[in-house]
C-alpha cells in the first residue's frame, strides 16, 4: 500500500508493516534541497523547472541502505518488463530498472525478463493516438514539501515553481506506440509459455 509522500514516513507498507526504505537524514534533505533550489534561476517570480530525478539520486543513501530496501524481484514468479523513459525527470527510473535487471540476472530468475528503454521519453508513458504528457506539471504543496519549503529562502512564501516530466512530445509519442506493441507481445509470449507450462504439468500428474 502506497502512503502519502511524506520524507519523514515510509512510502510503502504490507499487511500494516513498514517495508525497508532509504531515509534520508533531515540536515541532509534541507540541503539537497537549498542546492536545487540555489541553481534554478528567478524569472518573474518563478523558479525554473525542477528535475526531481536529480533530487531523488542525491538521496539514495549508500549502497549498504540501498541494498537493504532493495524489491527482491527475484521472488517475482513469471517474466517482468520494464518500460522506462531515458529522460525521466520524475526519478531515475532507467537507471532502477537496470539495477533491477542485474539483480535478476545475479539471482538466476528462471524467466524472459526484459527492459525497454525509450529514448526522448520522460516519467510517463501513455497510451498510443492520445494526447501526450505535458513538459511540466506543478509542484504540488504535499506535507513533505511543506516541511522542506519554510527552511528555502523566502520560506513559506517561496514559490514552488514546476517539474519537469521529461521527454520530447514526439518522443512521448513514438514511445507509447513502441511500448503498447512491446507489452502485447511480451504478454503474449509470457502467457503462452505460462499456459505451456501448466499443461504440462497437469500432463504430469496423470
Same mark, same amino acid.
Given at each position: 500500500r502506497a502512503r502519502a509522500v511524506d520524507p519523514d514516513s515510509a512510502p510503502w507498507t504490507y499487511r500494516g508493516e513498514v517495508l525497508p526504505y532509504?531515509?534520508? %537524514? !533531515?540536515?541532509? %534533505?534541507l540541503r539537497r534541497y537549498r542546492a536545487v533550489w540555489r541553481m534554478q534561476s528567478e524569472t518573474k517570480g518563478a523558479l525554473s523547472p525542477?528535475?526531481? &530525478? %536529480?533530487?531523488v539520486e542525491l538521496g539514495l543513501?549508500?549502497? &549498504?541502505e540501498r541494498e537493504a530496501a532493495a524489491i527482491p524481484v527475484e521472488r517475482i514468479g513469471g517474466p517482468i518488463l520494464f518500460i !522506462?523513459?531515458?529522460?525521466d525527470q520524475m526519478v531515475p527510473s532507467t537507471d532502477m530498472a537496470?539495477? &533491477?535487471m542485474a539483480r535478476l &540476472?545475479?539471482?538466476g530468475h528462471p524467466w524472459p525478463d526484459r527492459h525497454l528503454r525509450l529514448p526522448d521519453t520522460?516519467?510517463?508513458i501513455g497510451l498510443p493516438n492520445l494526447p501526450v504528457p505535458p513538459e511540466l506539471v506543478p509542484v504540488k504543496a504535499t506535507p513533505g514539501i511543506a516541511k522542506i519549503i519554510k527552511h528555502l529562502p523566502g520560506g513559506n512564501e517561496a514559490p514552488l515553481g514546476h517539474k519537469r516530466i521529461g521527454g520530447t512530445p514526439e518522443g512521448c509519442a513514438r514511445a507509447a506506440r513502441l511500448a503498447w506493441r512491446q507489452t502485447l507481445d511480451f504478454l503474449g509470449q509470457a502467457l503462452s509459455s505460462s499456459d505451456r507450462s501448466v499443461g504440462e504439468s497437469r500432463a504430469t500428474d496423470r
Amino acid at each position: 500500500r502506497a502512503r502519502a509522500v511524506d520524507p519523514d514516513s515510509a512510502p510503502w507498507t504490507y499487511r500494516g508493516e513498514v517495508l525497508p526504505y532509504v531515509r534520508p %537524514r !533531515t540536515g541532509d %534533505r534541507l540541503r539537497r534541497y537549498r542546492a536545487v533550489w540555489r541553481m534554478q534561476s528567478e524569472t518573474k517570480g518563478a523558479l525554473s523547472p525542477v528535475s526531481q &530525478a %536529480r533530487l531523488v539520486e542525491l538521496g539514495l543513501g549508500d549502497p &549498504a541502505e540501498r541494498e537493504a530496501a532493495a524489491i527482491p524481484v527475484e521472488r517475482i514468479g513469471g517474466p517482468i518488463l520494464f518500460i !522506462t523513459g531515458e529522460d525521466d525527470q520524475m526519478v531515475p527510473s532507467t537507471d532502477m530498472a537496470e539495477a &533491477a535487471m542485474a539483480r535478476l &540476472a545475479r539471482e538466476g530468475h528462471p524467466w524472459p525478463d526484459r527492459h525497454l528503454r525509450l529514448p526522448d521519453t520522460g516519467h510517463v508513458i501513455g497510451l498510443p493516438n492520445l494526447p501526450v504528457p505535458p513538459e511540466l506539471v506543478p509542484v504540488k504543496a504535499t506535507p513533505g514539501i511543506a516541511k522542506i519549503i519554510k527552511h528555502l529562502p523566502g520560506g513559506n512564501e517561496a514559490p514552488l515553481g514546476h517539474k519537469r516530466i521529461g521527454g520530447t512530445p514526439e518522443g512521448c509519442a513514438r514511445a507509447a506506440r513502441l511500448a503498447w506493441r512491446q507489452t502485447l507481445d511480451f504478454l503474449g509470449q509470457a502467457l503462452s509459455s505460462s499456459d505451456r507450462s501448466v499443461g504440462e504439468s497437469r500432463a504430469t500428474d496423470r
